[in-house]
């Protein structure tokens, strides 16, 4: 039975997120003929739950320095060329209000179902259609990009692979981007789940699911990364911002370094605090800085004297017990892993990729965008600036 023929287009774009919208709607708006394609129900699921709802869109201090790749300088040209300010700029065209929360991170007012409207809004208006609940069969390369689909065939000059990393799975994340890359010729950077709670090991889980809930503000660092944030004490072990960022820079064996008290020399504070009130229990002056369950969870991982007064601890004592406080060397068991990753790190080798245009070295015709590529970017509104930037790069030149 012969096939019926393809239809035709002049860009294919796999992926309905943030980077596969953003692309489609502005080479549309340069006359492309754009076809999105994505096995989901629903375009831009990620950007739906992101931030807690209501979408940490951009950062307004966004810069290079704020991604991880296995080369730093790649993100540099599209980053210049597409800025925070291009998108508030068209979030302010579309009348969605926002606000910065902390830190530069600007977040929707109402609903990040603002942004996803926003985008399909500019889908349609330049004529790009996006079609869902369609499963990508096959891709070959017959001087023209065909795609094999659960519903039918498409065809056109350009494809542009928009389909994320393998964070959250039940969202929809698939291994096809990096499958059409290494089918192209294309390398991988090992990818690992990045921005994502560390888990403890058993006798740590235990003592410190007791204080799950608590939040307290840190230092962390491993490796290059250095965060001041807050830590959050869950039943698996350790979440919050702190411990997010710190995680893209972790490797399995690592220690992470927290200060628990970033703005004191704890050596100093003790000495100063014995002599100041030589009666009072340590348990007592550290329930001054610390929730009290914290101060007895840490009190028995470090087997700290919480009971005796500050007069009968010595100074040596006092060493280590500060050394516990501004630098205690926390071993996390793993991550939590892709169910709960907020990024996919590692990814397409972006040697093998134009900067200014995102178009394959290895296969002309062939672009990636977003979070496939071996940039990542810190908690913030940086992963999706880099989206909107990748993705405006490869529309200026499709
Ligand atoms: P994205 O994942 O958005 O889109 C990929 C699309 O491809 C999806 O629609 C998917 O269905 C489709 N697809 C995958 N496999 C397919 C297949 N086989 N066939 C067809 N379609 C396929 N970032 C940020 O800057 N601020 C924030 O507030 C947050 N918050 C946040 C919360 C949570 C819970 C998560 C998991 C992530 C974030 N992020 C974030 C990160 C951000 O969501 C992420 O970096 C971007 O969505 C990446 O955009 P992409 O378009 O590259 O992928």
Redesign the pocket.
């Known amino acids: 039975m012969t096939q019926p023929s393809p239809q035709q287009y002049d860009t294919l774009i ?7 919208l953003h692309c489609a709607a502005n080479a549309a708006r340069r006359g492309k003929r754009v076809l999105v ?4 129900k629903q ?5 739906l ?3 807690g709802g209501r ?4 950062n307004l201090y966004a810069s290079p320095e704020n991604y991880l790749s296995s080369n730093p300088h790649f993100c540099k040209s599209a980053l210049s060329r597409y800025t925070q300010w291009d998108f508030i700029a068209l979030v302010d065209k579309h009348q969605i209000s926002y606000h910065e929360k902390t830190l530069g991170q600007l977040f929707c007012d109402d609903s990040a179902k603002d942004i996803v409207k926003m985008l399909l809004a500019e889908c349609d208006q330049y004529g790009a259609r996006v079609q869902l609940r ?3 069969l096959a891709v070959e390369h017959n001087g023209q990009y065909l795609l094999k689909t659960s519903a039918g065939h498409y065809q056109a000059e350009q494809l542009v692979v ?4 393998l ?2 799975p039940k ?4 291994p ?2 990096y499958q059409i890359a290494e089918q192209f010729g294309h390398s991988i950077i090992p990818v690992r789940a990045g921005l994502v709670p560390f888990t403890l090991q058993d006798d740590q889980k235990q003592r410190f699911g007791e204080v799950s809930g608590i939040s307290v503000p840190v230092t962390a660092a491993a490796n290059d990364g250095y965060f001041r944030e807050a830590l959050l004490f869950t039943h698996r072990g350790v979440s919050g911002p702190a411990v997010l960022q710190i995680s893209s820079y972790w490797q399995p064996g690592d220690a992470v370094t927290v200060n628990l008290l970033p703005d004191m020399d704890a050596f100093e504070w003790l000495k100063n605090q014995q002599s100041e009130q030589p009666k009072v229990q340590l348990s007592t002056l550290l329930q001054s800085v610390f929730p009290k369950r914290l101060v007895n969870a840490l009190g028995g991982e470090f087997d700290w004297p919480l009971n005796q007064r500050l007069a009968d601890i010595s100074h040596a004592r006092f060493e280590t017990i500060a050394d516990n406080l501004n630098s205690w060397s926390l071993k996390p068991n793993g991550t939590e892993g892709y169910r709960t ?3 996919t790190l590692g990814g397409v080798n972006v040697d093998e990729i134009s900067s200014k245009t995102m178009e394959s070295k290895c296969q002309p015709g062939l672009y990636f ?4 590529v071996d940039v990542t ?1 810190w908690l ?8 909107w930037a990748s993705a405006y790069a490869a529309a200026e030149a499709l």
């Open positions: 796999i992926g309905a997120g943030a980077a596969g394609i994505d096995h989901a375009a831009g699921k990620k950007i739950i992101s931030g979408c940490n869109f951009t369609t499963e990508v928009a389909c994320g990393g964070s959250m969202l929809g994340a698939t096809l981007g990753a907020e990024v965008i977003g979070e496939v970017g913030g509104g940086y992963n999706f600036q880099w989206a």
